[in-house]
């Protein structure tokens, strides 16, 4: 399975904005989402991907096909200060998923930022749980912590510098 990851640029923040509609509707099956008075759901952080060097927007490309984004932040762990790379927003439209694009872009992604990671899953999404725990747990050969919070499942490991391939 072919899968590229492309930054998005600053002048694809539309189609970036488009797809996250279609991610929040998704979305909002789990937890309100926000709509504004035009009826499109609201995404605040939006514009923050392009003037914030902690934050990274990704297309997720299949047969030069845009299928999906993948929103990244560099954060901080309140408690410790220890910086790692959070996947914020990872979306695959629903005719391409279960196919082996999601995997394969996620790990593309984890080998595109070498170091800590974090992934949180809302316990809502009982979907993605399965996939996150398998995709991680094949990238790292089961190295990785994962803890419980109230509202989520959090994945936590270190991105040893590989290839993606």
């Not at 629903?94 to 394969?104: N, S, T």
């Not at 992934?119 to 809502?124: C, D, E, G, Q, S």
């Amino acid at each position: 399975m072919t899968v590229n990851i492309r930054h998005a640029q600053a002048a694809e923040q539309d189609v970036v904005a488009n797809l996250l509609q279609c991610y929040l509707h998704d979305f909002s099956e789990f937890t309100p989402v926000p709509m504004d008075s035009r009826g499109r759901f609201s995404y605040p952080y939006l514009g923050h991907y392009w003037h914030d060097p902690q934050r990274f927007p990704f297309f997720v490309e299949h047969k030069n096909q845009i299928v999906g984004l993948a929103l990244l932040r560099q954060d901080k762990e309140p408690a410790t200060g220890k910086q790692h790379m959070d996947m914020a927003e990872f979306f695959i439209l629903r005719a391409h998923r279960r196919c082996g694009i999601g995997r394969g872009a996620a790990r593309a992604l984890f080998c595109l930022f070498p170091g800590p990671w974090q992934v949180r899953v809302m316990r809502a999404n009982q979907a993605a749980y399965p996939f996150w725990q398998a995709c991680i747990g094949d990238h790292t050969g089961g190295h990785y912590v994962e803890t419980t919070e109230p509202r989520a499942r959090v994945f936590n490991f270190d991105q040893v510098n590989q290839s993606s391939t």
